[in-house]
Protein backbone atom coordinates (compact mmCIF):
# COMPACT_ATOMS: atom_id res chain seq x y z
CA UNK A 1 0.00 0.00 0.00
CA UNK A 2 2.86 2.72 0.26
CA UNK A 3 4.71 1.71 -2.23
CA UNK A 4 1.03 2.08 -3.72
CA UNK A 5 1.05 5.65 -3.01
CA UNK A 6 4.52 6.86 -3.32
CA UNK A 7 4.13 5.83 -6.96
CA UNK A 8 1.10 8.10 -7.16
CA UNK A 9 2.72 10.71 -5.52
CA UNK A 10 6.18 10.44 -7.88
CA UNK A 11 3.61 10.35 -11.10
CA UNK A 12 1.67 13.37 -9.84
CA UNK A 13 4.94 15.41 -8.73
CA UNK A 14 5.95 14.37 -12.32
CA UNK A 15 3.41 15.60 -14.12
CA UNK A 16 2.83 19.41 -11.86
CA UNK A 17 6.66 19.36 -13.14
CA UNK A 18 6.29 19.12 -16.76
CA UNK A 19 2.83 21.32 -16.73
CA UNK A 20 4.57 24.03 -14.76
CA UNK A 21 7.78 24.11 -16.63
CA UNK A 22 5.64 24.03 -20.32
CA UNK A 23 6.20 27.17 -22.06
CA UNK A 24 9.21 28.32 -20.25
CA UNK A 25 11.30 27.57 -23.74
CA UNK A 26 9.63 31.23 -24.37
CA UNK A 27 12.31 34.80 -24.31
CA UNK A 28 11.42 37.02 -21.51
CA UNK A 29 9.56 39.57 -22.94
CA UNK A 30 11.69 42.86 -23.29
CA UNK A 31 10.07 45.86 -22.02
CA UNK A 32 11.05 49.49 -22.03
CA UNK A 33 9.76 52.89 -20.31
CA UNK A 34 6.45 54.53 -21.90
CA UNK A 35 5.38 57.99 -21.23
CA UNK A 36 1.89 58.05 -20.98
CA UNK A 37 0.02 60.09 -23.83
CA UNK A 38 -2.98 62.32 -23.48
CA UNK A 39 -6.12 59.85 -24.62
CA UNK A 40 -3.97 56.07 -24.14
CA UNK A 41 -5.73 53.45 -22.49
CA UNK A 42 -4.13 50.07 -21.22
CA UNK A 43 -5.75 48.65 -24.09
CA UNK A 44 -5.10 51.03 -26.29
CA UNK A 45 -1.00 50.38 -26.04
CA UNK A 46 -1.41 46.83 -25.36
CA UNK A 47 -2.93 46.48 -28.86
CA UNK A 48 -0.32 48.05 -30.13
CA UNK A 49 2.37 46.42 -28.34
CA UNK A 50 1.46 42.80 -27.53
CA UNK A 51 1.54 40.14 -29.76
CA UNK A 52 -2.05 37.95 -29.37
CA UNK A 53 -4.67 38.87 -27.45
CA UNK A 54 -4.46 42.46 -25.60
CA UNK A 55 -6.45 41.24 -22.97
CA UNK A 56 -3.24 38.87 -21.78
CA UNK A 57 -1.14 42.39 -22.66
CA UNK A 58 -3.22 44.38 -20.33
CA UNK A 59 -2.79 42.13 -17.72
CA UNK A 60 0.82 42.17 -18.49
CA UNK A 61 1.22 45.65 -17.91
CA UNK A 62 -0.53 45.84 -14.65
CA UNK A 63 1.56 43.23 -13.07
CA UNK A 64 4.73 44.62 -14.56
CA UNK A 65 4.15 47.99 -13.65
CA UNK A 66 2.27 46.68 -9.92
CA UNK A 67 -0.88 48.88 -11.12
CA UNK A 68 -4.32 48.36 -8.94
CA UNK A 69 -6.33 49.63 -11.21
CA UNK A 70 -6.18 50.26 -15.30
CA UNK A 71 -6.29 54.00 -15.09
CA UNK A 72 -3.53 55.48 -16.47
CA UNK A 73 -2.40 58.77 -16.82
CA UNK A 74 -0.70 61.55 -18.88
CA UNK A 75 2.62 61.80 -17.77
CA UNK A 76 3.10 58.92 -16.07
CA UNK A 77 6.19 56.53 -16.91
CA UNK A 78 5.19 52.68 -17.11
CA UNK A 79 7.08 49.07 -18.40
CA UNK A 80 5.24 48.36 -21.60
CA UNK A 81 6.71 45.40 -23.85
CA UNK A 82 9.21 46.88 -26.35
CA UNK A 83 7.52 47.34 -29.94
CA UNK A 84 9.71 45.78 -32.62
CA UNK A 85 10.78 47.26 -35.19
CA UNK A 86 9.29 46.26 -38.54
CA UNK A 87 11.01 47.13 -41.63
Known amino acids: MKLKIIGIAVVAISLLTAIVGWGSDKPPIEKEPYTVQEGDTLWHIASERWEGDPREGVR????????????????????????????
Open 60 to 87: WIREKNSLESPIIHPGETILVPKKEETE
